[in-house]
């Protein structure tokens, strides 16, 4: 469950997270802080937008990209995880942790390059926040050309991706710190990153 604590963000980011979410409801992308670092925004659920995240990143549509929502039950609208996988996003989500489970029918293969499995992330960050309920699904992916560093402040965006993007949500530095990637249904972490020893510790004695 998320808390929403948007009446405490600033005026100015507010109306900043407003003209995002106007140009992400008109087709195009943004960039929006989250606890990790700066990610690349677009409507998940149109293949359209999604080709443009991929364009910007010159990221190979092989590699898929994962989808942020605001909380698990908005995840499990577009998700079919299993019990075990529902009740891991429950105990890890919000948070920076990138969970990999069977994707829906809304969910289009742009995103996972045609694969059956989508990563779901549910930023714990309340502008990251404020900003998916208003947009709905969103692209999660760093806001970065593929091959360079992740962004921790809107002073290192790369210009590709300054000049390709209608808004940005500017909320100061963020931790940096990249999310841990696990399939909790095969137990596996992909690549370690926050929290990487609790969910660990999760898989080898999960509660269900």
Known sequence: MTVDDSDRIPAETRASIGRAAAA???GEAVVYPTETVYGLGADA???????LVFELKRRDRSDPLSLGVESVDAALEHTRPSDAATAFM???LPG???VVVER???????LTGGRDRVGIRVPDHPVALALLRET??????SAN?????????????????RAGVAAIVDDGETAGTESTVVDP????????????????????????
């Not at 249904?185 to 269900?208: C, N, S, T």
């Open 145 to 161: 050309v593929s091959g360079s560093g992740s962004v921790r402040r809107v002073g290192e965006l790369d210009a590709r991706i």
């Open 104 to 110: 829906g029918p809304s969910v289009p293969d742009a």
């Open 136 to 141: 709905g699904p969103l692209t999660a992916t």
């Open 24 to 26: 992400v409801a008109d």
């Open 45 to 51: 659920l149109d293949p359209t937008t999604v080709e």
């Open 96 to 98: 920076p942790v990138t």
């Open 185 to 208: 249904e095969a137990g596996r972490i992909h690549r370690r990153g926050a929290m990487a020893d609790a969910i660990d510790a999760w898989l080898a004695d999960p509660p269900i």
């Open 90 to 92: 429950r105990t890890f």
